[in-house]
Each structure stands twice: as C-alpha cells, then as structure tokens.
C-alpha cells in the first residue's frame, strides 16, 4: 500500500538530507521576506542578499526578529504577497498593545495541515481514531490548527471547541471518542466533572491518548493527567507566530519533542549574549519558518526555554528533539532574590498526592516584605475534621517548596474550586508587589 507522507518521513530524511533542504529552503525564505515592506528595508540596510546561504550556520548572520517588531509593523509590514493570494489571517488577543496576525496563503495553510497529521501521527494518533478537539475554534490557533491536521491524517474529527464540560463529556460518550485535545490546566476541571456524575473516564470513556499543550506544565502534571484519564498524554508545542500548534510533537517514547526542522530552522540562545548554546543547555528557543510564502519570520525570538536534548530518540526520526518547554523567559519572577520559574513550584506541588492540580502563586507585600503566597487546592476531606493535619501538610509543603527554589514561601491550602479558573490558559502567578520588582 502507498504510504502518505507523515508515514515515510521517518524514513524520508537523514541529517544531510535535511540540511541541504534546509538551505535550499532558507535562501528561498529570504527570497519571500524581501518582498515584505519589514523584511526588504532591513536587508537592504544590512546588505543581505537571498540566494548567498550555502550552510545553515550562516543563519546567524540574520538579524533576530521580536514580537516587538511584529507589533509596530502590524498589519500588512511582514507580508509577502499581494492580498489577493491570502486565504487566513490568525491573531492573537492584543490585550497589552497591537494584536500580532500571522497570514496564510494556501501552500502555507497546505503545509501547516500536513505538519499537524505529521504531528499527530508520531504520537500514535491513527485514522481509524476519534478525535475530539477541545479548544476554542476562530482566530487562536488550536482550534482550525489541529481541524485541519486531524482530517488530513484521516480520523473522524469532532470540532467540539472550548468550555461546557458537560457537553464535552457527552460528545465522548455519544461518539466514541478516542484520541482528545486540550491544555492541560482545563483537564483538572474535566474532571472533577466527570466524577460530579459519578463518571470514569477510565471505565466510562474509549479514550487512550490526550494531546496537551499550549501552555507550560510539568512531567507530574503530565502523569496525573495519565493517571486520572486512564490515557498517554503527549506534549505538543507551538506558537501562533510559527503557524500555531504542529511545531513540536512528542512520539510514542514520550522523551522529549520532535521539532519539525523541515519547516523551522531552530536555534538554542543565551537570551542575554543571544550567542548560541551548547546542546544541551537551556536557552530561548529561535526559529526561522523554513516553508511558509505569505508572511515568513526570520530568527524569531519565542522567549520559551527549553534545551536541544543530545542523542539521537530511539523512534528513529531525524529531527532533533527539545525539551517541555520550562516557561517564557519572562515567566521568571526574582523573590527574595532568588530566581523562579512557576513550573519548578507546580513541580513539587504535583508530587504531592494530596494536592490537586490548581495552584496559584501570589507575589505580595505583606508589611512591606515581598512574599511569595502559594494558594493551593487540597482534597475536600482535608477540611473535616483534624484541622491540625491541615497545619502540618502545609508547613511540609513550604518546606518543599523552598528546597527547590530556595526562597520560603507562605502557603495557603484552600478546599478544590476556589481557585478561580480563567476560560484560557491557567494563570500560575499573580504579581500584587507595590514597588514592581518583577
Ligand atoms: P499567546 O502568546 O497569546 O499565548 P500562542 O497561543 O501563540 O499565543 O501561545 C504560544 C505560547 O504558548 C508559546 O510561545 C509557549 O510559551 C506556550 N506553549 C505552547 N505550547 C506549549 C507547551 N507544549 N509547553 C509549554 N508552553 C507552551
Ligand atoms: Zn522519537
């Protein structure tokens, strides 16, 4: 039988293979980017010729392009094409200054479907699967994003978009579904529901895989998502400036990400010196779209951290793997002078088999100290009864919060669902400090 593309390409690439397509599609990328009002002032300035690239370490010769700059040129400033040839246009909210939209002609949006089933195919999704897509459909991108990929690959899709749990659950059960997507943050919710109707979802659902991505969570996050749902949950990363989702997929060994480099030419950089690191440490991830006419970005800085893991993955596919994504450099807040990423703090809550998967960090003054108040939901059964043993888990907890960051938190154990829950990605830290110091 024929095999479809996302099947052959582990076999369809070795590393040199891929490097030269890299460059071949590299200098046409700066081709497409010359044409763009941004692109064609600064190369002009700087003097960059496409056609000129003859191995991808001269992609450091490129200036690095920011969200910043996205914005001050919005709407049409990194378009390549007349508008006639654009199909989609996909933006985020612009709640803090000009929304960034990414536009779409039809080989982009061809692309970018076949990424996705590529993506969905290394985590073992198949067509005879039933996929039901739980996120928001419309400008974002996990909704029309996965649509597309999960039709190509063949699965019976169900566009079941974001929210109503209990519509959610119904469409599991009335159709069979198999395979689902959703942020890991909306899964705690799921289900508390499902065990309000006195549900399983391990006995009264078919489901055997979860996707989840579009935010930062840690590997215990992952394995209560495993645990609760009865499932394998694989990592999938992406970015609306890259497309959306289908960027990075885990496969079936779950140890770490692919990310495609036929399409996305990455770099791992100090985001300090902005000079390289070495395989293996941590950095901001840089990419470059390596397959896109309309609007492609040259060296984009995603502020994500993460880190190029070494060695080969032993499912056989060429593209490198990086590591779940340890949060945005931005992410990090300084307390009591020490540096912290809110997954170091859901990772030793997580481990914790008393807590439930809401947490919220509180940065505030408290007599004019900053304090670090973690709020977290612990089981009902916590608050009758011995209030004391309420007393003693949280002084444990602070004990092993500050063990791992180093700086001594004040925690708050509150009973489940009362922490509000915003409709989109989980909001982990919630910054009150008078004086700023973020
Ligand atoms: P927004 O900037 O509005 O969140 P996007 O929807 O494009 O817009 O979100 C992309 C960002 O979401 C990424 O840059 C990254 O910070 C985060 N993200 C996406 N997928 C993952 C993942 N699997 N793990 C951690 N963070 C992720
Ligand atoms: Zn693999």
Redesign the pocket.
């Known amino acids: 039988m024929k095999k479809t593309y996302w099947e052959e390409e582990l076999e369809g690439f070795n590393r040199e293979s891929l490097e030269n397509l890299q460059v071949e599609r590299l200098n046409k990328t700066l081709g497409n980017a010359m044409r763009s009002p941004y692109y064609k002032k600064l190369f002009k300035a700087k003097g960059i010729k496409p056609g000129t690239i003859k191995s991808v370490a001269q992609i450091r010769d490129l200036p690095f392009t920011t969200k910043q700059d996205l914005r001050d040129n919005f709407p049409y400033g990194f378009l390549s094409l007349p508008k006639k040839e654009i199909i989609r246009l996909h933006s ?2 612009g709640t803090t200054g000009n929304p960034t939209v990414i536009f779409h002609n039809r080989h982009d949006i061809n692309s970018w479907a076949n990424l996705m089933a590529r993506s969905l195919f290394c985590a073992g999704v198949r067509d005879t699967d039933v996929f039901q897509n739980i996120s928001g459909y419309g400008l ?3 909704g029309l994003g996965f649509q597309y990929g999960i039709e190509r690959l063949g699965c019976l899709s169900i566009p079941a978009g974001a929210g109503n749990s209990l519509r959610q659950i119904k469409l599991m059960q009335d159709y069979g579904t198999t395979v689902a997507h959703a942020i890991p943050s909306y899964l705690g919710r799921l289900y508390e529901v499902f065990e309000q109707q006195n549900l399983d979802p391990k006995k009264d659902t078919l489901l055997h895989t979860l996707v ?6 840690t590997e215990e996050q992952r394995l209560r998502i495993e645990e609760m749902f009865g499932v394998k949950a694989y ?7 890259m497309n ?2 289908g960027v990075a997929f885990e496969c079936t060994y779950q140890n770490g ?1 692919h990310i495609w480099e036929d399409a996305f030419l990455i770099e791992i950089v100090n985001p300090d010196t902005l000079e390289p690191v070495p395989d293996g440490e941590y950095g901001e991830l840089v990419m470059t779209t390596l397959d896109r006419e309309a609007m492609p970005i040259i060296r984009y800085r ?3 951290i993460t880190r190029i893991i070494p060695g080969e993955c032993k499912c056989g596919r060429v593209h490198r793997r990086i590591d ?2 340890v ?2 450099s931005d992410d990090m807040f300084i307390i009591k002078g020490c540096n912290v990423f809110p997954m170091q703090i859901e990772g030793v809550l997580l481990k914790i088999p008393e807590v439930n998967t809401n947490y919220l960090i509180n940065l505030e003054t408290i007599n004019g100290i900053d304090e670090m108040v973690v709020n977290v939901e612990v089981n009902k059964e916590w608050f009758t009864g011995d209030l004391r043993k309420l007393d003693l888990l949280a002084k444990q907890i602070t004990a092993k919060i500050r063990d791992e960051v180093l700086a001594k938190p004040i925690v708050k154990l509150v009973e489940p669902g009362t922490i509000p829950q915003p409709e989109g ?1 989980a909001v982990r830290v919630k910054d009150k400090r008078n004086n700023g110091l973020k």
């Open positions: 985020s909210s974002f991108t996990g989840i991505g579009a935010e930062p969570h990592n999938s990363y992406g970015l609306s400036e959306g989702p990400l995603t502020r994500d779940r994504i949060g945005r990605k």
